[in-house]
């Protein structure tokens, strides 16, 4: 059950009522059950290992013929990660999606390329990919793609050959960490749970069968970013973790078969099948309808008219436009990896962010701002 607080100034929240999952309900129908976040970092770990191996066997959707690693992969196996080329093998491997932030980040460069083959020094790692080798291998995987240290930033040929490859490596993953709430490296994203949401029981009570059940309330607006129905007002919140705010993590969440944030409070898990969090509120129904979450995403390029992939391009081009890029130049290789995916479902020509087959509409944009100085697309294109 869902109780909703309006201040004196017009401000809105919502705390959630409910008992636990799993124990005994309460005799009102009304209240409904909920899971309890995790504290620890080995049981968030616990939860997703859950969470991955349910996809991999109930999911036909998120089912997909095992490919290729990335040209070049960290292998995780040893205390001192080090890159690999992986040669066209085939084995599942994690990908790490992360804000670089304005901190100096490990790289790899044409003359650290060598080095990087022998051994990355632990203590060269930054925290948040610290915590990501960490996870590949509690969830048993030997390989993760980090994009600093897998394509060679300083060789403009391999950078625009591997970023060109963007749609397979997230697509190719079995899971995608995303460190959402890390605004650089130095943050990472392990570490216990503050607690700030944490629930507290207001109710106990004896049911006629004597079972004891208890009733527990907690902060519920956590998630009133995914556009979550809420009475009195039903109008979704912007995401405000860094992570959010960044162009290229724009298309690494779309482009995941499975992507899973490390949020401050909890996991919230997104595949191609389902919607989930560690609380259960991201379950409703009306969750699900959100037009720009993964599972709404590939339904609709699945089975789409060319005006419904179209106007799923313009929520997407306009959920995009927002978005910070520390390199303007980037601003549609950033998104090519959603349009590569719209061609499979026959959109047709693509041109400089815009479909041939729907030219006249996509020129109805409006400029908010000065042109984009130096060129970097068509005057006639939302992207200049």
Same mark, same amino acid.
């Given at each position: 059950? %869902?109780?909703?607080?309006?201040?004196?100034?017009?401000?809105?929240?919502?705390?959630?009522?409910?008992?636990?999952?799993?124990?005994?309900?309460?005799?009102?129908?009304?209240?409904? $059950?909920?899971?309890?976040?995790? %504290?620890?970092?080995?049981?968030?770990?616990?939860?997703?290992?859950?969470? %991955?191996?349910?996809?991999?066997?109930?999911?036909?959707?998120?089912?997909?013929?095992?490919?290729?690693?990335?040209?070049?992969?960290?292998?995780?196996?040893?205390?001192?990660?080090?890159?690999?080329?992986?040669?066209?093998?085939?084995?599942? =491997?994690?990908?790490?999606?992360?804000?670089?932030?304005?901190?100096?980040?490990?790289?790899?460069?044409?003359?650290?390329?060598?080095?990087?083959?022998?051994?990355?020094?632990?203590?060269?790692?930054?925290?948040?990919?610290?915590?990501?080798?960490?996870?590949?291998?509690?969830?048993?995987?030997?390989?993760?793609?980090?994009?600093?240290?897998?394509?060679?930033?300083?060789?403009?040929?391999?950078?625009?050959?591997?970023?060109?490859?963007?749609?397979?490596?997230?697509?190719?993953?079995?899971?995608?960490?995303?460190?959402?709430?890390?605004?650089?490296?130095?943050?990472?994203?392990?570490?216990?749970?503050?607690?700030?949401?944490?629930?507290?029981?207001?109710?106990?009570?004896?049911?006629?069968?004597?079972?004891?059940?208890?009733?527990?309330?907690?902060?519920?607006? =956590?998630?009133?970013?995914?556009?979550?129905?809420?009475?009195?007002?039903?109008?979704?919140?912007?995401?405000?973790?860094?992570?959010?705010?960044?162009?290229?993590?724009?298309?690494?969440?779309?482009?995941?078969?499975?992507?899973?944030?490390?949020?401050?409070? $909890?996991?919230?898990?997104?595949?191609?099948?389902?919607?989930?969090?560690?609380?259960?509120?991201?379950?409703?129904?009306?969750?699900?309808?959100?037009?720009?979450?993964?599972?709404?995403?590939?339904?609709?390029?699945?089975?789409?008219?060319?005006?419904?992939?179209?106007?799923?391009?313009?929520?997407?081009?306009?959920? =995009?436009?927002?978005?910070?890029?520390?390199?303007?130049?980037?601003?549609?290789?950033?998104?090519?990896?959603?349009?590569?995916?719209?061609?499979?479902?026959?959109?047709?020509?693509?041109?400089?962010?815009?479909? $041939?087959?729907?030219?006249?509409?996509?020129?109805?944009?409006?400029?908010?701002?000065?042109?984009?100085?130096? =060129?970097?697309?068509?005057?006639?294109?939302?992207?200049?």
């Amino acid at each position: 059950m %869902i109780v909703g607080i309006s201040d004196i100034d017009g401000g809105y929240s919502f705390n959630e009522v409910y008992t636990v999952s799993g124990c005994t309900k309460a005799p009102w129908l009304l209240i409904g $059950e909920g899971s309890e976040r995790t %504290i620890t970092t080995e049981e968030t770990i616990q939860v997703l290992r859950g969470w %991955i191996d349910t996809c991999l066997t109930s999911h036909p959707a998120c089912a997909r013929q095992q490919k290729n690693l990335p040209t070049r992969v960290l292998d995780v196996s040893s205390h001192n990660p080090s890159l690999r080329a992986s040669h066209g093998d085939r084995e599942p =491997y994690a990908a790490l999606s992360h804000c670089w932030g304005k901190s100096p980040l490990i790289q790899t460069h044409r003359d650290t390329l060598r080095d990087r083959f022998d051994a990355i020094p632990w203590n060269n790692l930054s925290k948040t990919f610290q915590d990501a080798v960490t996870t590949t291998r509690e969830l048993g995987l030997r390989y993760l793609w980090i994009d600093s240290l897998c394509i060679v930033q300083d060789d403009p040929e391999d950078w625009a050959r591997e970023s060109g490859k963007m749609a397979s490596i997230y697509e190719g993953a079995q899971v995608v960490l995303a460190a959402s709430d890390a605004k650089d490296g130095h943050d990472g994203f392990l570490r216990p749970r503050s607690g700030s949401a944490s629930p507290k029981s207001i109710f106990q009570g004896i049911k006629s069968n004597g079972n004891s059940y208890s009733i527990r309330i907690r902060k519920g607006d =956590y998630h009133k970013w995914y556009g979550d129905a809420l009475p009195p007002r039903s109008q979704s919140s912007p995401d405000s973790s860094p992570l959010s705010t960044r162009g290229w993590a724009f298309q690494e969440r779309l482009l995941a078969t499975r992507y899973v944030q490390f949020r401050s409070e $909890e996991l919230i898990w997104e595949c191609r099948s389902a919607l989930w969090c560690e609380c259960g509120a991201l379950t409703r129904p009306s969750q699900q309808r959100e037009p720009l979450s993964k599972k709404a995403f590939y339904d609709t390029l699945g089975s789409s008219t060319h005006s419904e992939l179209f106007s799923l391009w313009s929520k997407i081009v306009n959920a =995009y436009a927002i978005k910070a890029l520390t390199n303007g130049g980037d601003v549609l290789p950033a998104l090519s990896g959603l349009a590569k995916q719209f061609q499979k479902s026959n959109a047709g020509t693509y041109i400089a962010g815009l479909w $041939e087959a729907d030219f006249p509409l996509c020129l109805l944009w409006e400029a908010r701002a000065a042109k984009a100085s130096p =060129y970097r697309a068509p005057s006639w294109s939302w992207a200049s």
